[in-house]
């Protein structure tokens, strides 16, 4: 699809009386949670981490506890994030988003059903600055809806590149399209959470129905300028 497409952008809607009364106990629900996993989280990493270091491990154990030590480390930091609560100011990092695409997908590739294909013609190192947890969270849950929506034996097609100062990350799944979600409808927790983290990352949320019926949705993001992370990225 061309650079020059435009689609709707997708929108929470402007806060009612009724959301803001609802929004803080479901706020407080979710931190109760995250605080509670905060101590098994940790102790499945350092159990993890502890057989990884035994060196008799079979490597493809060691495979494999090196995917449990990369899954909990993630959790680990979504947990801190959520303990923040939402629309807590975090601290920006140069964030290599080509490596967080990956993790991503790699990451969601081992519970779906559904196949992933990824494609980054583009391997030009870009950094977005933002928190990483934020962008990961708001790509997976579009890839899970994505997934779901294709179901069993069903392929999501996830393209990555730059256009401009824009990064931009297309799903598109061969199912009935995104959680068979209209165009423009800005309903569903899942996309309302996916519309704020963007906006906290400085970026928008577009769905759009293409001519096969399917739905494309499009994660637009400001690339760093000159696309170099000074002092490092993460």
């Not at 806060?15 to 098994?40: E, Y």
């Not at 990369?70 to 609560?85: C, K, P, R």
């Not at 807590?88 to 993790?103: C, E, K, M, N, S």
Request: aromatic residues 2%.
């Amino acid at each position: 699809m061309g650079s020059g497409t435009i689609g709707q952008e997708a929108n929470s809607g402007p806060p009612t009386r009724g959301n803001l009364t609802d929004a803080h106990p479901r706020a407080g629900t979710v931190q109760q949670a995250a605080h509670d996993l905060r101590q098994p989280v940790a102790a499945v990493l350092a159990l993890a981490s502890a057989a990884l270091a035994d060196e008799l491990a079979p490597e493809r154990v060691r495979r494999q506890l090196e995917q449990i030590v990369t899954e909990a480390h993630w959790i680990s930091q979504v947990i801190h994030d959520m303990l923040d609560g939402p629309g807590a100011l975090v601290d920006d990092v140069a964030v290599d988003i080509l490596t967080l695409v990956r993790d991503t997908v790699r990451s969601e590739r081992l519970t779906c059903a559904a196949q992933i294909v990824l494609q980054q013609k583009d391997q030009t190192p870009r950094y977005i600055m933002a928190p990483g947890t934020r962008i990961r969270r708001a790509l997976a849950n579009v890839l899970v809806n994505a997934t779901r929506a294709a179901g069993p034996g069903g392929q999501v097609k996830l393209t990555e590149r730059a256009d401009g100062n824009t990064e931009v990350i297309e799903v598109v799944d061969d199912g009935p399209g995104f959680g068979s979600m209209a165009v423009g409808n800005g309903t569903g927790i899942g996309l309302q959470i996916t519309v704020q983290l963007l906006a906290e990352c400085g970026g928008r949320l577009q769905i759009e129905r293409l001519r096969s019926g399917q739905t494309l949705v499009r994660l637009l993001l400001p690339i760093l300028a000159h696309g170099r992370a000074a002092g490092g990225a993460r």
